[in-house]
């Protein structure tokens, strides 16, 4: 790969990391993305989407919690059920038909982006 283009997409899990500790949220998307331009399969760019968004939470996670920003206490009792969601996910993910799997990632970017523009 060129230097140009690793430039751009160094830049642009740059930007992953500073969305989704901004926003708890998008970083993965603009990941996917990143990932499918460079030519990775759908299932194997959503699933490494993940594999590098994992530190970055955890890094965000501590951070805020070093700021007293948020309590584990508040968010423990949520953790389970993502933990589930995501055992759960990570099983389909492995069983969908990547056709599916991107008309599901479209609509949901889509349904998420009206969500943000009503509220």
Same mark, same amino acid.
């Given at each position: 790969m060129k230097?140009s ?18 926003? !708890?949220t998008? $970083?993965? +998307?603009?990941l996917?993305?990143? =990932?499918? /331009? ?5 299932? *194997? ?10 530190p970055?939470?955890?890094?965000s996670?501590?951070?805020?919690m070093h ?6 206490a508040?968010?423990?009792e949520?953790?389970?059920? !993502?933990?589930? $969601?995501? +055992?759960?996910g990570?099983?389909? =993910?492995s /069983? ?5 799997? *991107? ?17």
């Amino acid at each position: 790969m060129k230097k140009s283009k690793k430039l751009i997409y160094y830049t642009c899990v740059f930007f992953s990391g500073l969305i989704n500790s901004l926003l !708890g949220t998008g $970083g993965g +998307i603009l990941l996917i993305t990143i =990932l499918a /331009k460079l030519g990775i399969e759908p299932k *194997k760019a959503h699933a490494t989407s993940i594999c590098i968004i994992l530190p970055i939470c955890i890094f965000s996670a501590c951070i805020y919690m070093h700021k007293q920003c948020v309590c584990i206490a508040d968010a423990s009792e949520y953790i389970v059920g !993502g933990i589930l $969601g995501a +055992i759960i996910g990570s099983f389909v =993910l492995s /069983k969908i038909n990547p056709k599916i799997l *991107k008309k599901f990632f479209g609509f949901f970017i889509i349904l998420a982006a009206i969500q943000l523009i009503v509220k």
